[in-house]
């Protein structure tokens, strides 16, 4: 054979090692990146889900304060469905305390651990109507704070994603 053959095929080998270099490289740079997208997506389906959770139970608790301030009674019907929605606002709240402390960050993690705590120490109150304004400003101050550490932590990944550089997720 004469050298200019051999010369090619090393041009072709060359060329074609130096393809699967960046095949490679262009794969496990668009991986990370959907690994990236989808952590972060997570994170928000959990805050989203917990401040829905910690609004619901807002919303119930206030209806309930302004019940015993009017001194008006809902009917057992109205009672019970507030109860039952309640309930499963709490559960969600639950299942988002879980979820938070594999993805969220641990201030977020920590703040939800200790509403338990808060909720509880909210029912040490003269009466029912202190209570339940006590576990209203529980849930208040939990739903600015969450809102404020969810803005941080999406909002900075979000921006770093749009400015081509790593997120601290990858």
């Known amino acids: 054979m004469p050298p200019t053959i051999w ?31 989808k952590l972060w997506e997570r994170r928000l389906g959990a805050y989203v889900d917990t401040l829905a959770a910690l609004g619901e139970m807002r919303l119930v608790v206030g209806r309930w304060h302004d019940e015993l301030i009017s001194a ?4 057992d019907e109205q009672s019970a469905a507030q109860l039952s929605r309640y309930q499963a606002a709490r559960r969600r709240l639950d299942e988002g305390v ?10 977020s993690a920590r703040l939800l651990t200790g509403l338990d705590r808060d909720i509880e120490r909210s029912r040490k109150g003269q009466d029912q109507v202190e209570d339940l304004d006590a576990q209203y400003g529980v849930l208040d101050r939990t739903i600015v704070e969450l809102t404020a550490q969810g803005r941080e932590e999406l909002g900075t990944e979000f921006r770093k994603r749009l400015e081509g550089g790593s997120s601290p997720t990858e």
């Open 7 to 37: 010369i090619e095929i090393l041009k072709l080998a060359a060329q074609f090692s130096g393809a699967l270099v960046i095949a490679r490289l262009a794969v496990t740079w668009a991986l990370r990146r959907y690994k990236s997208e």
């Open 72 to 75: 008006r009674q809902a009917n």
């Open 98 to 107: 879980a979820t938070a402390a594999l993805l969220l960050p641990p201030s």
